[in-house]
């Protein structure tokens, strides 16, 4: 099958319409890409939540008060350490993906995404809670976290980079690489790899149509195995 798409506005838009984690994953384990999901309670706050776009890395950290003085590090005395220049710093079509920090606090709410929306960003990934839900729900932005809790970040942990590689439970995050998520969950596609995972999961995705049709219309799953090779 061949590249389909010219540009990252074609790709995220034929995507929305055809593609789901399940599929893309399926291409990365063709391709021995095995360890490509985060964890399974990061999930969409409402279950028709798309997401699709280039990873825009944030690293958080833990603090122990709003305003640190006295310290090496002087973000310490600065509010939120640097969120708000990571915000104002996403560009068209980027996630803002956060990890980094204990799950005691919020890293996402209503105002920072409205922020995000405003750029033009894709929505956003929590390693961790949100908060603001009705407004979040409201703005029919795509946010993925570990479910909502109000308590804020304020005293309690700073954006210490951004732009910059992290992990999440073993999956490494670049500046670039596309995330996708959904009902099922959220996966990382490593840009290296992103014109052959997207061409194998349209593949896929087309494939799948004709077997549920054959099964459907009768066929036994090893009838449809031997004859697609897809189940």
């Given amino acids: 099958m061949e590249k389909i798409w010219k540009n990252d506005n074609e790709l995220f838009k034929q995507a929305k319409k055809e593609l789901f984690t399940a599929v893309i994953g399926d291409a ?9 999901f985060l964890p399974p309670k990061i999930q969409p706050l409402d279950k028709n939540m798309f997401l699709i776009g280039r990873a825009m890395p944030v690293l958080e950290a833990d603090t122990f008060e709003e305003l640190s003085f006295g310290g ?3 973000l310490m005395a600065k509010p939120f350490g640097l969120m ?4 104002d710093d996403l560009k068209k079509n980027e996630v803002y993906i956060c990890t980094g920090s204990s799950p005691r606090y919020a890293l996402v709410g209503e105002l920072m995404m409205t922020r995000a929306q405003k750029l033009g960003a894709a929505g956003a990934v929590a390693n961790g809670y949100s908060r603001d839900t009705f407004g979040l729900l409201e703005m029919d932005f795509p946010v ?3 479910g909502n809790y109000a308590q804020d970040q304020g005293p309690r942990g700073k954006v210490i980079d951004f732009r910059v590689p992290i992990e999440i439970e ?3 995050i670049n500046p670039g690489d596309i995330i996708v998520g959904d009902i099922d969950g959220v996966c990382v596609v490593p840009q290296a790899h992103e014109n052959e995972v997207f061409t194998r999961a349209f593949e896929k995705a087309r494939g799948e149509k004709k077997v ?5 219309n009768g066929m036994s799953a090893l009838e449809a195995w031997k004859k697609y090779q897809i189940m």
């Fill in 28 to 36: 990365m384990d063709k391709m021995e890409l095995f360890h490509q």
């Fill in 72 to 74: 090496q590090n002087k």
């Fill in 84 to 87: 708000l220049e990571a915000l």
């Fill in 144 to 146: 993925f976290s570990y």
């Fill in 170 to 172: 073993g999956v490494r």
């Fill in 212 to 216: 549920l049709k054959a099964i459907q």
